[in-house]
């Protein structure tokens, strides 16, 4: 095990350098140093709240929707907790911890190395659940993440906890370890599987417009997906992913699948990315946010989504995909069944009017009189007035031809369609184009003609 005193640090020493066989200028100059020293954070002491706007923040940190993100430098040894306040970075919280033995990133388990990538909190164990050498709680990491496992790095049992004995640096076996008032206060920062830790050998401190390009870059690819899947291509999909991406395919289909459906009864579907955050590591980039798909008009929380973007060449990729809350999507997507099964096929909608036409050019009354339902009207007539109108104009016209072009099938509800389409009728007295328009109603699971208008073409 590793410790301060062994490790060649010592503040003391430093102090030395500063004081010993110094002149009266070059002490002026050593006190300014020595205050520029004590005021900067020693790696492996201290901790706090700060909440100050800080002018350089991790390069990690592209955008931050609600909540906060947990950034961790393996090579200094330091937590930090930041925040965006819709302006700038707030950095809410510094303090020491302890990452694994071993140098890098881990590989496989056992090697007592703390692995470095983007991950989340899955679960929380309380003091009672916990043996004392994790202290007073313990956060469990979604390590491997799915490009870890894409990439054979394997282990498990990867957690941010307390301890129960003095914190020295590098003496984990893989966790990251905090003093017990350090994971107490930083769990208030923490909500499970959304608060995004970030763990790096170091950090790389940039300036925040540093990330208005990264930002605007991603942001272009999260665009296209979204317009994929409000289009419901999955060859549009397929396009933005990665030859060997890993992802559910099957449960994306379907919900491609469900949205042509809807887009072809004439039904609408927008997607917006809420809380949109981006998240930056060495090889790979994180966006995070909530599925807000609005149906018809209707709002629906697809639950949150991570894609774990790359880039090759100039193009972003996708990755992977995580969806956080599956029931939430499963249950969005049964919701769209729904929605689809609600509306009839517009191919049975033209066998019911096809039928109707055979019946009226062969002068089948009985026929043509069942198509129609029982409250019918029209033109100031209703049912029995409108069939002996019709039987009259049966008897007079002979030899009557009707071709049908342009249908077209509005939706109302369930149980309401109207249906237009322009007809060409023909027969020993009469020959008129013009358009008809059926008002349709559901009866006991059959379709009929509650309404009938016509208008002739000029």
């Given at each position: 095990?590793?410790?301060?005193?062994?490790?060649?640090?010592?503040?003391?020493?430093?102090?030395?350098?500063?004081?010993c066989?110094?002149?009266?200028?070059?002490l002026?100059?050593?006190?300014?140093?020595?205050?520029?020293?004590?005021m900067?954070?020693?790696?492996?002491?201290?901790?706090?709240?700060?909440?100050e706007?800080?002018s350089?923040?991790?390069?990690?940190?592209?955008?931050?929707?609600?909540?906060?993100a947990?950034?961790?430098?393996?090579?200094?040894?330091?937590?930090?907790?930041?925040?965006?306040?819709?302006?700038?970075f707030?950095r809410?919280?510094?303090?020491?911890?302890?990452?694994?033995?071993?140098?890098?990133?881990?590989i496989r388990?056992?090697?007592a190395?703390?692995p470095?990538?983007?991950?989340?909190?899955i679960?929380?164990?309380?003091?009672a659940?916990?043996?004392?050498?994790?202290?007073?709680?313990a956060?469990?990491?979604?390590?491997?993440?799915?490009?870890?496992?894409k990439?054979?790095n394997?282990?498990?049992?990867?957690?941010?906890?307390?301890?129960?004995?003095?914190?020295?640096?590098?003496q984990s076996?893989?966790?990251?370890a905090?003093?017990?008032?350090?994971?107490?206060?930083?769990s208030?920062?923490?909500?499970?599987?959304e608060?995004?830790i970030?763990?790096?050998?170091?950090?790389?401190?940039?300036?925040?417009?540093?990330?208005?390009?990264q930002?605007?870059?991603?942001?272009?690819?999260?665009?296209?997906?979204?317009?994929?899947?409000?289009?419901?291509s999955?060859?549009?999909?397929?396009?933005?992913?990665g030859?060997?991406?890993?992802?559910?395919k099957?449960?994306?289909?379907?919900?491609?699948?469900?949205?042509?459906?809807?887009?072809?009864y004439?039904?609408?579907?927008t997607?917006?990315p809420?809380?949109?955050?981006l998240?930056?590591?060495?090889k790979?980039?994180?966006?995070?946010?909530?599925q807000?798909?609005?149906?018809?008009?209707?709002?629906?929380?697809?639950?949150?989504?991570?894609?774990?973007?790359k880039?090759?060449?100039?193009?972003?990729?996708?990755?992977?995909?995580?969806?956080?809350?599956?029931?939430?999507?499963r249950q969005?997507?049964?919701?769209?069944?729904?929605?689809?099964?609600?509306?009839v096929?517009?191919?049975d909608?033209?066998?019911?009017?096809d039928?109707?036409?055979?019946?009226?050019?062969a002068?089948?009354?009985?026929?043509y009189?069942?198509?129609?339902?029982?409250?019918?009207?029209?033109?100031?007539?209703?049912?029995d007035?409108w069939?002996?109108?019709?039987?009259?104009?049966?008897?007079?016209?002979k030899?009557?031809?009707i071709?049908?072009?342009?249908?077209?099938?509005?939706?109302?509800?369930?149980?309401?369609?109207?249906?237009?389409?322009?007809?060409?009728?023909?027969?020993s007295?009469?020959?008129?184009?013009g358009?008809?328009t059926?008002?349709?109603?559901?009866?006991?699971?059959?379709?009929?003609?509650?309404?009938?208008?016509?208008?002739?073409?000029?």
């Amino acid at each position: 095990m590793t410790s301060y005193e062994g490790s060649g640090y010592s503040p003391m020493k430093r102090q030395s350098m500063v004081w010993c066989g110094a002149k009266p200028a070059v002490l002026f100059l050593g006190i300014i140093v020595l205050s520029i020293i004590v005021m900067t954070p020693v790696p492996g002491f201290g901790s706090g709240t700060t909440d100050e706007s800080v002018s350089f923040i991790p390069d990690s940190l592209v955008s931050l929707a609600a909540g906060h993100a947990i950034v961790i430098d393996k090579t200094t040894q330091r937590l930090f907790v930041y925040r965006f306040d819709g302006t700038s970075f707030q950095r809410a919280y510094e303090t020491a911890c302890s990452t694994g033995k071993n140098k890098g990133t881990k590989i496989r388990s056992g090697d007592a190395r703390t692995p470095e990538g983007i991950y989340f909190p899955i679960k929380l164990f309380s003091d009672a659940e916990l043996s004392a050498i994790y202290g007073s709680m313990a956060f469990d990491l979604s390590y491997p993440n799915i490009l870890d496992k894409k990439e054979g790095n394997n282990g498990n049992n990867i957690w941010l906890h307390g301890t129960d004995k003095p914190l020295m640096p590098y003496q984990s076996n893989g966790c990251i370890a905090l003093e017990n008032n350090d994971i107490d206060a930083v769990s208030r920062f923490i909500t499970l599987n959304e608060t995004p830790i970030i763990i790096q050998d170091y950090i790389k401190w940039v300036p925040p417009p540093v990330q208005i390009s990264q930002r605007e870059d991603i942001t272009l690819l999260i665009d296209a997906w979204t317009n994929a899947v409000c289009d419901g291509s999955v060859q549009k999909l397929a396009g933005l992913y990665g030859k060997d991406s890993q992802y559910d395919k099957e449960e994306r289909d379907r919900l491609a699948g469900q949205i042509q459906t809807l887009k072809k009864y004439g039904g609408g579907v927008t997607l917006v990315p809420k809380d949109l955050s981006l998240l930056k590591h060495d090889k790979y980039t994180v966006a995070m946010f909530r599925q807000g798909f609005t149906v018809n008009g209707r709002p629906y929380d697809a639950g949150l989504r991570k894609l774990f973007l790359k880039k090759w060449l100039n193009d972003w990729y996708i990755e992977g995909e995580v969806t956080v809350d599956p029931g939430k999507e499963r249950q969005f997507i049964a919701e769209l069944e729904k929605t689809n099964n609600e509306y009839v096929n517009r191919d049975d909608i033209r066998k019911v009017v096809d039928t109707w036409i055979v019946s009226w050019k062969a002068g089948d009354m009985k026929g043509y009189a069942s198509f129609y339902a029982g409250d019918f009207r029209s033109r100031g007539m209703d049912l029995d007035k409108w069939l002996a109108y019709k039987s009259n104009i049966f008897r007079l016209h002979k030899d009557i031809h009707i071709d049908i072009k342009n249908l077209k099938v509005t939706y109302q509800s369930r149980h309401k369609v109207i249906v237009t389409f322009e007809q060409n009728y023909r027969s020993s007295r009469v020959n008129a184009v013009g358009i008809k328009t059926l008002y349709f109603k559901n009866v006991d699971n059959s379709w009929k003609i509650c309404k009938e208008l016509w208008r002739q073409k000029k």
